[in-house]
């Protein structure tokens, strides 16, 4: 089974800093999506960035970024220039392209904004 | 498009008592997923539904939990009888094949706390 660790339950960063949000997992499969959720205080979780395993190139999504190490099994998020919006839970996920198609999450980092 | 709606948004029962979640998903998705979410922790899979046909149930409690999709749409959640260690968020999400990577879209969930 998948395994999904965020070694982080809590990161704070100044306004308009950068922070590293980190990420393993442990799969015995090479065809497998990793995401990154964003849970703000009102629960609704939304998607922020996702990379497919097969592609070498880092995914890049306007301010958020990660660094996919696949080898390593490692997927960590960079959050550039930091906004007080930013702050909320973030999940680690892990879905498989094989079987259905069930997120496997991490159990979350929280990232306060410090203004 | 409207999003995936769910409601009750809070709950609060006393042990042993039944309580019923229900989830409406964006329309035309045919898979729907019932996350639970403890305090502290990622969200967990308790099933999956491909239209109205249940795909994965391996996590649900099910001498307690059950579930339907009646005509592919709407879904219900029921918990009976409740235990002190079901105080958890209920997520309910949906998705659409034919979506390159079938990104799951998280309703606001529902706030249950057993007493």
């Known amino acids: 089974a998948q395994t999904v660790t965020q070694s982080q339950p809590e990161m704070s960063v100044q306004e308009a800093e950068t922070v590293t949000l980190s990420c393993t997992y442990d799969?015995?499969?090479?065809?497998?999506?990793l995401f990154w959720y964003k849970q703000p205080p009102s629960r609704q979780m939304i998607l922020v960035i996702r990379q497919e395993a097969y592609k070498q190139q880092n995914a890049t999504e306007n301010r958020f970024s990660v660094n996919f190490q696949k080898a390593a099994k490692s997927f960590s998020l960079k959050i550039s220039d930091s906004q007080l919006g930013d702050a909320a839970m973030y999940f680690c996920a892990y879905r498989s392209n094989f079987g259905n198609e069930k997120l496997t999450f991490g159990t979350g980092t929280r990232l306060t904004i410090i203004p | 498009e409207a999003g995936v709606a769910q409601s009750p948004r809070y709950k609060i029962i006393e042990k042993r008592q039944s309580v019923a979640f229900w989830c409406n998903p964006i329309s035309g998705h045919a898979t729907l997923y019932w996350y639970q979410q403890i305090l502290g922790q990622g969200p967990k899979l308790l099933i999956q539904?491909?239209?109205?046909?249940?795909?994965?149930d391996s996590q649900l409690p099910k001498d307690r939990f059950s579930a339907e999709r009646l005509k592919g749409v709407d879904s219900t959640l029921k918990i009976q009888p409740a235990k002190l260690e079901d105080s958890a968020v209920y997520l309910c999400?949906?998705?659409?094949?034919?979506?390159?990577?079938?990104?799951?879209?998280f309703g606001p969930g529902t706030r249950l706390t057993v007493l």
């Open positions: 799969t015995s499969e090479s065809d497998y999506y």
């Open positions: 539904f491909q239209n109205n046909g249940v795909v994965d």
């Open positions: 999400a949906s998705s659409s094949r034919g979506v390159l990577y079938n990104e799951q879209f």
